[in-house]
């Protein structure tokens, strides 16, 4: 393959000085043979949305996996501040009915370990991934943990042990789980486990909060692996009630199989609504039980719960026999793709955020923080949209509108579809504000190459408002030194983030003083060795 190369180059006006080495100038990435499509990928913990675990180590895998590259052309996917960006060669680029899928694999210590699968679609030329992971140690609103240690006889539980996440009120959604006497441990293959000592680790997720819906096993709730009631592999979308997530280990081996089943309860919301009755659920309401697993990504059908009621709650209660993920949710069938037209009015492309929700269901989405970047009258391409009505929100991609919350939105979106967006592909306008678009068109000369003088920039921009001290969010995507947008405000100030080549930060607080930034730069000598090859 045609080696791809970004290099950086000093952007004057708007300049980023590099963390280790400050200068004068901005330092952006060069891109003469860009990626068609770019995946923005941004690993955050739950808890604490502005910080990045540290040491986040990824793979990529997947029949493409061959095909993914860092966007400065590399096969090294190191994150660096919570960011990865990575980029489709143009031979493996999704196209009509045939769309590109790869799945990222990350861990860090003290967290959750996560696979998220990822599905790019045609249209699709810049897709933003947001992962939250899970510090057991300080988890985030709406996620509890409990761990304990017991002793064992002969590698089996003595008597009969509970464990249960701890609540406030007895109301609490919770997880608990009863082992009875006599149970014995085996690991994946079937060994069984001798130790004295097995150690349990319980987090329940419930689906109050943002933060714990977040860090919904995968890519956001829908998934292209799940095996149904039936046995088919079939894609669907999950519209959880609560899930939990159990790991037990003994003496240092990680436990998989029980010689008896043990007995989970995880309780529900009582204000959550049943969409199968569209009333809050009630005893004696039926729920399917999934499970995941997070070395495959795959889901499983398990079996039919029934709600019951315990100490006045709500719950599921059901026995297994092996660890895993647990769900409790209905699943929707959903359609590959769905298109909409969208009319923003504006000169140029723009990005926007967009939440799909199932109808008259607002309060756990389908998709949401999506990010699409479409031009006037252009056509914005979604994956795995429900089948049926959905309600669709566009929102402005600004800094006070969270790309990992969806509860934090301004109060009235710019446009809301209700209808079938599967099959169908209905016209959306946006009623835009009165807006000032800010041009950014910025051009390399690099002196000491005659053959190719100038080069101009690709890359994926970050930004937060000055003094937020917030989590950063996507900008967009500057493709050949362009970029337009109505998403920063004039006479405002901002932090811009750019990460190049995975290994170094360019930051820079810029007060947005003017309505064009155009730049010819000259590449610093001490750079051009760098990006000027």
């Not at 977040?214 to 079939?234: C, K, L, Q, R, W």
């Not at 709650?313 to 949710?329: G, I, K």
């Not at 989590?471 to 811009?496: C, K, M, P, W």
Request: net charge negative.
């Amino acid at each position: 393959m045609k080696k791809i190369i970004i290099t950086l180059l000093a952007l004057g006006s708007l300049g980023f000085t590099q963390c280790t080495k400050p200068t004068k100038d901005f330092s952006i990435s060069i891109n003469p043979d860009i990626f068609d499509n770019v995946v923005a990928v941004k690993f955050y913990d739950g808890a604490t949305p502005g910080v990045a675990p540290k040491d986040v180590k990824v793979t990529i895998t997947g029949e493409v996996a061959q095909s993914i590259y860092e966007v400065s052309g590399y096969k090294n996917f190191t994150v660096v501040d919570g960011v990865l960006s990575v980029g489709i060669t143009p031979k493996a680029a999704p196209k009509e009915g045939s769309p590109v899928v790869f799945v990222i694999n990350a861990e860090a210590e003290g967290y959750l370990p996560v696979r998220v699968p990822v599905t790019i679609v045609a249209g699709q030329e810049t897709k933003l991934i947001t992962v939250s992971m899970v510090n057991i140690d300080n988890p985030p609103p709406g996620v509890t943990v409990v761990q304990k240690t017991t002793a064992l006889s002969g590698g089996q539980i003595p008597t009969m042990e509970a464990i249960a996440t701890p609540t406030v009120a007895p109301a609490d959604p919770k997880t608990a789980l009863e082992i009875p006497a006599g149970t014995g441990f085996r690991d994946a293959s079937g060994n069984a486990l001798n130790g004295a000592e097995l150690n349990t680790t319980i987090v329940h997720f419930n689906t109050r909060e943002a933060a714990s819906l977040n860090a919904f096993p995968g890519n956001g709730f829908h998934s292209d692996e799940i095996t149904d009631a039936n046995g088919n592999t079939v894609s669907g979308v999950f519209r959880t009630a609560g899930f939990s997530n159990i790991d037990m280990v003994v003496n240092g081996s990680p436990v998989s199989t029980f010689t008896q089943p043990i007995t989970l309860k995880i309780a529900l919301d009582p204000t959550q609504i049943n969409p199968g009755t569209n009333a809050p659920f009630a005893v004696g309401d039926n729920i399917p039980v999934w499970s995941f697993q997070v070395e495959t990504g795959k889901w499983k059908y398990e079996k039919q719960g029934t709600v019951s009621s315990e100490n006045g709650a709500l719950q599921v209660a059901f026995t297994t026999n092996h660890l895993t993920y647990y769900n409790l949710a209905f699943m929707d069938p959903v359609c590959q793709v769905a298109k909409a037209t969208i009319i923003t009015g504006l000169p140029s492309k723009e990005s926007f955020l967009v939440d799909i929700f199932p109808e008259n269901e607002t309060s756990i989405p389908a998709i949401a923080g999506y990010i699409m970047q479409v031009e006037n009258n252009g056509v914005a391409s979604f994956e795995h949209v429900p089948q049926g009505n959905v309600t669709l929100k566009v929102y402005r991609n600004t800094a006070s509108n969270s790309q990992t919350n969806w509860k934090i939105r301004e109060a009235t979106p710019l446009a809301t579809f209700t209808g079938n967006l599967c099959g169908n592909q209905p016209t959306i306008t946006l009623n835009m504000p009165s807006l000032t678009t800010i041009l950014f068109d910025i051009e390399g000369k690099c002196p000491s190459n005659a053959a190719n003088p100038f080069i101009r920039p690709s890359v994926d921009v970050w930004y937060r408002a000055t003094g937020a001290n917030g989590e950063f969010q996507l900008l967009g995507h500057v493709s050949q030194g362009r970029f337009e947008t109505t998403n920063i405000n004039a006479q405002s100030s901002y932090d811009f983030k750019v990460i190049w080549q995975a290994s170094r930060i360019y930051l820079r607080t810029k007060n947005i003083d003017s309505t064009s930034y155009t730049r010819t730069i000259v590449v610093p000598a001490d750079q051009q060795q760098y990006f000027c090859n």
